[in-house]
């Protein structure tokens, strides 16, 4: 099985973690620009988070076989500050030709407030003007559905080519005006509180996994990117072939990504015999852990 | 796609333990000082035996999973940007 994690934050994982997830088959991880978990207090600090991001992270994912790629911005939660924003968006073009760059993300936002609407409108506009691909974060619980409607109502207004864009974190309930506008989905697997491996596999089983990404998202917060796995595992017992596994784990993220030159991995697609076949006896023996 | 039976054997496991779970949360609330029943205006318990409605409903066109995320979502206009 080959997997791509297309929404990890390695910056915050350690080196056990990047061998792990080459031990199990991630042959490539993309990780978006986002919170700290604290507010960071200049946009220097902004700029040396991305010099980790293209310089740093590149390589101790090379050095178990991983190829790194990254998304530049300024995230929802600090676009509050739309002074430090500005700065912030200033610096970005020095960052955004880097050879592990696929785009401006995650933007987004947060409480879905005015100041996070204004920098999202010109974080989109920046990268719709220069040709970017964008990734976006929409917001959690409560606030999922008004925020991503917000969103999709001003990715219309600065005239964004839905093909070139993911909206991450999608649920039952945001899923389908995503998927309808055009855009890629990215669904998240949180261990507490938010979407499980299980929902995801009945998402992608009714939706058809077309232009949908799965990830785990996994950060400084309690997150597992093995989570990602256990839908993948599900996913099979349930019926699925392998190809139809390496379409959504790996050859999905590969189409969207792939629409950078920067991106380098290949679609992956199995020749004949080699289909392992799960079986209605294998899917009904899995047990639920 | 798995049969119904094959969805209840791998599925009803956990299922039980959720509903067993969200069974003491209320047996909890109950007991607590100045129980749920002292506030019943508090949105979220009204958003949590709305949703319980929803589970309870027999209707197999319902998308349960959809129509409870919209109980629990904000509903409010957007803030303008001017
Ligand atoms: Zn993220």
Redesign the pocket.
């Known amino acids: 099985m080959y997997i791509i994690d297309p ?1 990890i ?1 390695c910056v915050s994982r350690t080196m056990d973690d990047y061998e792990r997830l080459a031990m199990s088959g991630v042959v490539a991880v993309s990780e ?1 620009a ?1 919170w700290a978990g604290y507010d960071r207090s200049c946009a220097q600090s902004f700029v040396d988070y991305f010099r980790q991001l293209t310089g740093f992270e590149p390589g101790r994912a090379a050095s178990v076989g991983i190829q790194h790629y990254t998304w530049i911005c300024i995230n929802a939660k600090e676009a509050e500050n739309v002074t430090l924003s500005r700065e912030v968006i200033a610096e970005m073009p020095k960052f955004m030709d880097k050879p592990n760059v696929l785009g401006v993300g ?1 933007i987004g936002l947060n409480k879905n407030t005015k100041n996070e609407s204004i920098i999202f409108m010109e974080q989109a506009d920046f990268a719709v003007k220069n040709g970017h691909l964008i990734l976006i ?1 929409t917001p959690h619980l409560m606030d999922k559905y008004k925020g991503t409607m917000m969103i999709l109502d001003m990715l219309k207004e600065v005239g964004a080519d839905p093909s070139r864009v993911l909206i991450d974190h999608v649920e039952e309930h945001t899923i389908a005006p995503v998927l309808d506008r055009g855009f890629w989905c990215g669904m998240t697997l949180y261990p507490v509180s938010k979407m499980t491996p299980h929902r995801a596999a009945d998402m992608l089983e009714n939706y058809g996994g077309e232009r949908t990404c799965v990830n785990a ?1 996994a ?1 400084w917060g309690v997150s597992d990117p093995f989570n990602l796995h256990r839908c993948t595992l599900d996913f099979r017992a349930r019926g699925h072939s392998e190809q139809q596994l390496l379409d959504i784990f790996h050859n999905n993220p590969v189409k969207f990504f792939s629409q950078s030159p920067n991106f380098k991995v290949k679609p992956v697609v199995l020749g004949e015999g080699e289909e392992a076949k799960p079986t209605a006896t294998r899917a009904a023996e899995a047990t639920v852990r | 796609m798995l049969s119904s039976q094959q969805v209840l054997d791998r599925y009803f496991p956990e299922v039980r333990a959720w509903l067993i779970q969200t069974a003491a949360v209320m047996d909890r609330l109950d007991r607590a000082a100045g129980s749920p029943h002292a506030v019943p205006e508090d949105e979220r318990l009204i958003q949590f035996y709305k949703s319980l409605e929803v589970l309870a409903s027999n209707d197999h066109e319902a998308d349960r999973a959809k129509k409870i995320q919209m109980i629990f979502s904000d509903q409010t206009p957007a803030p303008s940007r001017d």
């Open positions: 929404h934050h978006p986002f995650e974060h998202a950060d």
